[in-house]
C-alpha cells in the first residue's frame, strides 16, 4: 500500500508491503540509519522516535499506522545547521553515550519525556527511561544528561 | 521479527470496521494501539491474515463523565487516561494504573480497548475493571452489547467477544468509596506483574492469579463480615489457580497475594 | 600543563549524536549495492541427528535467491586438526579433531539455535517468510543439560571423543592444607549463565569481487577476523579485507568473527552475490556466546583471629556444545583464584564439560569475575563463620601494601597495589561505620525493610596476552593534521578520544587536528584489537610511542630546515611549534617539516608490548535494601574503587566503571540464561532475559585511586571490565547481608525476589 510519512519535516511516500514496520520505513525507505532495531519484543527502545510529537517504539508499529502523520528522527533533532540538539549537547557534555547503539532512541526518549516533565527528578527520569535499555554505560551519565538538559531550560 | 504477511485495511468509523472484519473472516483482528498485538505478531505467535486498524475512528477516543459514571472511549491511550483530570477526581485507581503500564512509549500507543480485548490475565487493567465493577460496551454484526467484566474474562487471551466484534467504550461507575489502592510485584519496573492487586472499597481484584483476573472473594467476604484487613488477606490466596513459571513458584504467589493485598488494603484505608 | 588526565569529551560523539553511527545494517557501501539478504534456519531441537533437509518449498518462495546448507559447502577447506593442547600442558584453546564445530550443522545438531541453512533473498521480509518453509528431520538424541547430566556421560555429544569431558586438570590432593584451621567451611555455589546482550547483535556484510573477498563484521578484531576468515575459508589473508564500521557493543562476545559470521562470508564467495545479515534479539539470545556457567566448590579455612590460612576452589565450567574460548575461561579462574589476599595454601582445579547448550565464551571479565565472585563469598561465609566483621577480615587478609610485587600461590605475579588504602577508603567514603547502625537500628525494630552491607575486594588481570602487543602508526601531513592508525578497535570505549590526546601532549597537534582511524585491515594489516582490558596499556602506550619517534624524525628535519643543531631544537608543545632554542622568533611549524620530510613522510609504525599483564585493583561496596515479605532486593548504594593506575581521562575511565557496575549488579539480582530438561531455552527473549534497566539502579559513587602500573610509561592498566568483576559480589553479599540475621548464610545468584524469600523462609523453618 502507498503509505505518506512527514519525517522530520520532509514527506517521504513510497508503496510499501502491508506490513512494513515503521521502523524498516525509516531506515530503508527514508534512509535515515539512526533509528535502530535492538530487539523484537518491544522492551529495548532503541526505536524509539517521535509520532505526532510523542515518543513511540517504531518497531511495534505499522508504517501504516504512521501514513499521514508526522515523525522525527534523531537526525531531525538538530536544526540542520550541523548544531546538536540541547538534548544531544546535554549527552556528550555528560559522556552519557559509549557505542551509541541505544542513543538515538534514548535521545529521543529523553526529548519526549522533557516535553511532557520539564523538571523531573532522579527517580523520574530512571522510571520514564525503563523503556531504553542501554548496555555500556549503566545510566548513570545518561541520566545526568537528562536532568542537565532540564536544568539548562529552567528560567533562572 | 517481521510479521506474516497480512493485508491492511483501514477503517473510518465503528460500523466500517465491523463491516471489513466480518468481511474477512475468522482470521482478521483488529489493530488498536498495536502493543499488545504487534509483538505476537512479530514472533508469529499470532498470524491474522487481514488487519483492521480502528486507529483513526476519532469517537472511540473519549473521556466523559455523566450520571455518576465515567465513559471511556475504547480506543483511548494510557497515557490519556494518566493524565486526565476526569480520572484523577473520580477513579484515581485507574488513573494511577495506567501511568505505569509498560513505559511511556507503550502507554502512548497503548489503548485501554487493546489491553482489555487481548485478556492476558498478567495485563494490570482487567484485575483493574474487575475491582471496579466495570461494564464493556461492544458492538459487532449482531448489534450492541454490554458486558459486565466480571463476565468477559473467559480464559487465558480469551474474551467473550465474537469474531468481528469491537470494544467501543467502558462504562464504569463513579466508586462511592475513597478507598483504593493499586499493589504491583514485579522484578523489574516494566515487568508484568508476578502479583497485582487492585482494591477499590471492598473489591479486590487479583493480576496473574489464574488464567483470567480474579476477584479474592473470600477476602472480600471476609471484609464485608468485619474482618480487619490482616485478617482478610490472609484469605487472599483462595480459589485462585496462579502458574508455576520461571518468576515464581505457585507458593510464592500464593504468598505474594497475601501480602499484596493486606498492603494494598492498608493504603486504600488511609485514604477512606 | 599536559591534556593528559583532565577531562576531555569525546571528539566521537557529534557524529554518534546527529546521524547515529554507522553501524553495519547502516552500511551504504557501493560495494554493497543490492546486496541479497541471509536469513538462517536454525535447530528447535537440542539434541539431534539431522536426518533430511528439504529446501524445495523455501526455493520456490517469493524473492529467493538461494537456499544454502552444509552439501554445499564443499568450497572450503577441512576443519582444523587437533591442536593438541589441553589440560595443563598448555592453555586449553579450541580443540579440534574430535571436538570441531562444523559450519552449518552437517550431520548432528546439539544446541538450540545451531545453524543449519540459510536462506538468501532479496530483502529480509521473505527472508523470514522463506526460512520457515525449510524442512529438516531431526532424529532426536538423548539431551544433556547441566553439569549432572553431562558428567555421567550417557548422552554424549562427541562420541569419538568417548567423554563430555573436553579439558580437565588434576584435581590437588587437600593434603594437610586445613588441618592446622581452627574453622573451616565449605560450600558448592553457582556462577550463572549469562548473555552479553551487546545492543547491536551480530552482523557481517561481504561481497566476493575480483579474487577478493570484503567483509564488514561487528567486530572487536578486524585483523583477527581477518586470520580466522583465511583459515576457515582457505584464502590468502591478502585477499581479504574486514572493516569494522561503528559497533554497537561487543563485551567479549564479538571477538573476531564467528561461526555464524563465517557461513555469510562463505555465502557470498559461494553465491557471487553481496550478501548482508543482522540478527535478531532472539537468534543472539540463542546463538551468540553466553558468559560464566561455573559451578564452584569453595572451601576457606582459617582461625578465629582472622586470619586465612588455605582455600580450595574446584570448577565446573559448562562450555556449552562446542569449545569456543570455554576451555580457556577456567584457567583465568584459576589463575586469579586467590584474589588480593595472601592465603599460604591455594587449591585448584578445573574440568570443562560440552552440554546441549549455546556455546561459552568471553563476557565481560571472562573468567576473572567468577574468581572473584567465589573468593569474595567465601571471605563472607569465613566472617560469619567465626563472627567477625567482613571488612575486618579483608583488612586481615589483603595483601600489605610493601608486598609488592606480590607472587600468588595460583602463579599471578600482581605488579602493583593498594588494596588495604582501597578497601579503607571505600569504607569511609561509603560511612560504613553509620550504615551498619543503620542495619542494626532496624533489626531491632523488626523492619520490613532491610538494609544489606556487602563487601567485595579485588584484583584482577588485564593485557592477558600482553605478548600480543599492539600496533599503531602515526603519519603528520603537510596541512599539520596527524592519523593515527591504531590496531585497538573501540567499540564505545573512546579510544579516538584517548589516541588524540596522547598525540595532542607528546606533539602540540590539536586534537581536532588528529584523525584517529581503526578496524580496516587494508589500512591497517596488523594488530590485535580490543579485549581483555588490553587498549590503553597496549594500544594507547603504541601511540605514544610513535608520537617520540615522530618527534625525533621531526627534530632531526627541522634542525636542517632552522640550519641548528638537533640538541637546540626544541618543541613547544603547548604551541605546536618547533623553535630554536633562546631564539623564539626562529620556529617551523608541523606542516612545514612534514612537507620538509618530502616523499618520505613523516610517520612512525610502532609494535609495542612490554609482555607482562598488570593488575588494577579494588574494592567495592553495595547497600541493598530487602523487602523481607516479598524477597525484593533493591540496591540504593554502590560505592567503589577500581584503580587502574594512572587515568589518561577520568571521563572515559567513569564510563567504563559505570557500564562494568551496571552488568556485575545485573548479575547478582536479575540476569540468567536459562535452559529446560531438554535444552530449550526459557529466556529467549528481553521479556524474560532481565537486563538492568534505569529504574533499578542508582547513581554510583565512584572514588579515586592511582597506583600507577610500573611496566609502561603511561602507568596504565586496564580498566574496562573492573567494574564488572568488582560489582558482582558485592551486590550478592549485601542481599544476604542484608537477611543473615534471620539465618540465612547464601543465595544463589540471581537473588531474584523468589530465591531471596525462599531463603528467608527456609531459615525460618530451619529455626
Given at each position: 500500500m502507498k503509505v505518506t510519512v512527514t519525517v522530520n519535516g520532509d514527506e517521504v511516500a513510497a508503496d510499501v508491503p502491508d506490513r512494513t514496520l515503521l521502523v524498516h520505513f525509516l531506515r530503508d525507505v527514508a534512509g535515515l540509519t539512526a533509528t535502530n532495531v535492538g530487539c523484537d519484543t518491544s522492551s529495548c527502545g532503541a526505536c524509539t522516535v517521535l509520532l505526532d510529537g510523542r515518543s513511540v517504539k517504531s518497531c511495534t508499529v505499522l508504517a501504516a499506522q504512521a501514513d499521514e502523520r508526522s515523525v522525527t528522527t534523531a537526525e531531525g533533532l538538530s536544526d540542520g545547521s550541523g548544531e546538536l540538539h540541547q538534548v544531544q549537547r546535554a549527552f556528550r557534555a555528560e559522556h552519557g553515550l559509549q557505542c551509541g547503539f541505544c542513543t538515538p532512541g534514548m535521545v529521543m526518549a529523553s526529548v519526549s519525556l522533557l516535553a511532557e516533565n520539564p523538571s523531573p527528578t532522579e527517580d523520574e527520569v530512571r522510571t520514564a527511561l525503563e523503556g531504553n535499555l542501554c548496555r555500556?554505560?549503566?545510566?548513570h551519565n545518561i541520566v545526568r544528561a537528562v536532568l542537565a538538559a532540564a536544568s539548562e531550560r529552567r528560567p533562572n | 521479527m517481521i510479521p506474516a504477511p497480512f493485508t491492511y485495511r483501514r477503517a473510518a468509523s465503528v460500523d466500517h470496521a465491523i463491516e471489513l472484519a466480518a468481511g474477512a473472516g475468522e482470521d482478521a483482528k483488529f489493530l488498536a494501539g498495536g502493543h499488545s498485538l504487534m509483538p505476537l505478531m512479530k514472533l508469529r505467535l499470532a498470524v491474522p491474515d487481514t488487519l483492521v486498524d480502528i486507529g483513526r475512528i476519532g469517537e472511540l477516543s473519549h473521556i466523559s463523565e455523566h450520571d455518576g459514571q465515567v465513559a471511556i472511549g475504547a480506543m483511548t491511550t494510557h497515557d490519556e487516561i494518566a493524565r486526565s483530570g476526569v480520572l484523577a477526581a473520580s477513579v484515581p485507581l485507574l488513573a494511577q494504573v495506567a501511568g505505569r503500564i509498560g513505559d511511556p512509549q507503550v502507554r502512548h500507543c497503548g489503548t485501554i480497548g487493546g489491553s482489555l480485548a487481548h485478556a492476558d490475565p498478567a495485563a494490570d487493567l482487567p484485575a483493574v475493571m474487575l475491582a471496579l465493577d466495570a461494564t464493556l460496551v461492544a458492538r459487532g454484526p449482531a448489534g450492541t452489547r454490554e458486558i459486565g467484566a466480571a463476565d468477559f474474562f473467559l480464559g487465558l487471551f480469551e474474551t467473550v467477544l465474537a469474531p468481528a466484534e469491537l470494544l467501543t467504550e467502558i462504562r464504569i461507575p463513579k466508586p462511592a468509596s475513597a478507598a483504593w489502592s493499586f499493589q504491583k510485584f514485579s522484578k523489574r519496573g516494566i515487568d508484568w506483574a508476578i502479583v497485582g492487586v487492585a482494591v477499590q472499597g471492598g473489591n479486590v481484584g487479583l493480576v496473574n492469579m489464574g488464567s483470567t483476573p480474579l476477584r479474592a472473594s473470600v477476602t472480600e467476604q471476609a471484609l464485608a463480615s468485619g474482618a480487619s484487613p490482616e485478617a482478610a488477606a490472609a484469605h487472599a490466596a483462595e480459589g485462585t489457580s496462579p502458574a508455576d513459571d520461571l518468576n515464581a513458584p505457585r507458593a510464592y504467589r500464593e504468598h505474594l497475594a497475601r501480602v499484596l493485598v493486606r498492603r494494598a488494603l492498608d493504603e486504600a484505608g488511609t485514604r477512606a | 600543563m599536559s591534556i593528559l588526565g583532565t577531562r576531555v569529551l569525546r571528539t566521537e560523539d557529534p557524529r554518534l549524536l546527529t546521524d547515529g553511527g554507522t553501524y553495519v545494517d547502516d552500511v551504504r557501501d557501493p560495494e554493497l549495492g543490492r546486496a541479497a539478504r541471509v536469513t538462517f534456519v536454525r535447530s528447535p531441537v537440542a539434541h539431534a541427528l539431522i536426518t533430511g533437509i528439504d529446501t524445495s518449498a523455501a526455493k520456490k518462495a517469493a524473492g529467493v535467491i538461494a537456499v544454502l546448507t552444509a552439501a554445499d559447502m564443499d568450497d572450503l577447506p577441512p576443519p582444523p586438526p587437533d591442536s593438541g593442547l589441553t589440560g595443563t600442558e598448555g592453555l586449553p584453546f579450541p580443540l579440534g579433531g574430535v571436538w570441531s564445530e562444523p559450519l552449518l550443522a552437517v550431520d548432528r545438531v546439539r544446541f538450540v539455535g545451531e545453524p543449519v541453512a540459510i536462506v538468501i533473498t532479496d530483502d529480509r521480509y521473505q527472508g523470514e517468510d522463506a526460512a520457515e518453509l525449510v524442512s529438516v528431520d531431526y532424529d532426536p538424541l538423548s539431551v544433556v543439560v547441566g553439569f549432572d547430566r553431562a558428567l555421567a556421560d550417557d548422552s554424549l555429544l562427541f562420541p569419538e571423543a568417548g567423554t563430555n569431558v573436553a579439558v580437565s586438570t588434576e584435581t590437588p590432593a587437600e593434603g594437610t592444607a586445613f588441618d592446622a584451621c581452627e574453622v573451616v567451611v565449605e560450600r558448592t555455589i553457582t556462577n550463572q549463565r549469562l548473555a552479553p546482550v551487546p545492543m547491536e547483535g551480530r552482523a557481517v556484510a561481504a561481497r566476493w569481487a575480483d579474487e577478493k573477498l570484503t567483509v564488514w563484521a561487528s567486530t572487536q578484531n578486524a585483523q583477527i577476523a581477518r586470520f580466522i576468515l583465511a583459515g576457515a575459508m582457505g584464502l590468502d589473508p591478502a585477499k581479504i579485507r574486514v572493516v569494522a564500521p561503528d559497533v554497537g557493543g561487543g563485551f567479549g562476545a564479538k571477538i573476531g568473527v564467528d561461526r555464524d559470521g563465517l557461513i555469510v562470508a562463505w555465502a557470498a564467495k559461494h553465491t557471487g552475490r553481496a550478501v548482508r545479515w543482522s540478527e535478531t534479539r532472539s537468534e543472539n539470545l540463542l546463538a551468540m556466546t553466553h558468559g560464566r556457567a561455573q559451578r564452584q566448590i569453595i572451601k576457606i579455612g582459617g582461625n578465629r583471629d582472622g586470619r586465612i590460612l588455605a582455600y580450595r576452589l574446584e570448577i565446573l565450567q559448562d562450555t556449552g556444545a562446542f569449545l569456543r574460548l570455554g576451555g580457556f575461561l577456567p584457567f583465568l579462574t584459576s589463575l586469579m583464584a586467590a584474589g588480593p589476599y595472601d592465603i599460604a595454601q591455594v587449591q585448584t582445579s578445573y574440568r570443562v564439560i560440552v552440554s546441549n547448550t549455546a556455546p561459552i565464551n568471553a563476557y565481560r571479565g571472562a573468567g576473572r569475575p567468577e574468581a572473584t565472585a567465589a573468593i569474595e563469598r567465601a571471605i563472607d561465609l569465613f566472617a560469619g563463620e567465626i563472627g567477625m566483621d567482613p571488612g575486618e577480615v579483608r583488612r586481615i587478609n589483603l595483601v600489605p601494601a610493601d608486598k609488592f610485587p606480590f607472587t600468588s600461590p595460583c602463579g599471578a605475579t600482581y605488579d602493583t597495589g593498594d588494596y588495604i588504602g582501597a578497601l579503607d577508603k571505600v569504607l569511609a567514603g561509603a560511612g560504613y561505620d553509620e550504615l551498619r547502625a543503620e542495619q542494626a537500628a532496624r533489626r531491632q525494630r523488626g523492619d520490613v525493610r532491610q538494609l544489606g552491607i556487602g563487601l567485595a575486594s579485588y584484583v584482577e588481570i588485564t593485557a592477558a596476552d600482553a605478548d600480543g602487543g599492539e600496533t599503531a602508526r602515526l603519519v603528520v601531513h603537510d596541512d599539520g593534521t596527524a592519523t593515527v592508525y591504531t590496531g585497538s578497535s573501540a567499540h564505545g570505549q573512546g579510544h579516538h578520544t584517548a589516541w588524540a590526546m596522547l598525540v595532542e601532549a607528546e606533539l602540540g597537534i590539536p586534537m581536532d587536528k588528529v584523525t584517529v582511524i581503526h578496524g580496516d585491515t587494508d589500512l591497517i594489516p596488523g594488530g590485535v584489537g580490543t579485549y581483555a582490558s588490553r587498549s590503553l596499556q597496549l594500544g594507547g602506550v603504541a601511540v605514544q610511542k610513535a608520537a617520540v619517534e615522530v618527534r625525533e624524525q621531526a627534530r632531526a628535519l627541522a634542525a636542517e630546515m632552522l640550519e641548528a643543531s638537533e640538541a637546540d631544537l626544541e618543541l613547544d608543545v603547548d604551541r605546536g611549534v618547533w623553535q630554536v632554542r633562546g631564539d623564539p622568533a626562529t620556529t617551523t611549524t608541523w606542516a612545514q617539516v612534514a612537507a620538509h620530510a618530502g616523499e618520505a613522510g613523516l610517520a612512525a609504525d610502532v609494535n609495542y608490548t612490554d609482555g607482562k599483564p598488570t593488575f588494577p585493583f579494588g574494592t567495592h561496596l553495595a547497600v541493598t535494601e530487602v523487602d523481607t515479605e516479598t524477597g525484593q532486593a533493591r540496591l540504593i548504594r554502590h560505592v567503589t574503587i577500581d584503580d587502574a593506575g594512572t587515568v589518561l581521562n577520568p571521563v572515559l575511565a567513569e564510563g567504563q566503571r559505570h557500564g562494568g557496575i551496571a552488568q556485575g549488579v545485573a548479575q547478582a539480582l536479575l540476569e540468567e540464561m536459562v535452559y529446560d530438561e531438554e535444552g530449550n531455552p526459557v529466556t529467549g527473549t528481553l521479556v524474560d532475559y532481565a537486563i538492568v534497566t534505569a529504574a533499578e539502579l542508582p547513581s554510583f559513587e565512584l572514588l579515586s585511586s592511582e597506583t600507577p602500573a610500573a611496566i609502561n610509561p603511561l602507568g596504565a592498566k586496564g580498566i574496562g571490565e573492573a567494574g564488572t568483576i568488582g560489582a558482582t559480589p558485592a551486590a550478592q553479599n549485601s542481599v544476604i547481608d542484608a537477611v543473615s540475621h534471620l539465618g540465612v548464610r547464601h543465595i544463589d545468584m540471581p537473588l531474584t525476589p523468589a530465591r531471596v524469600w525462599a531463603a528467608i523462609s527456609e531459615a525460618r523453618e530451619a529455626r
Open positions: 555500556c554505560t549503566g545510566y | - | -
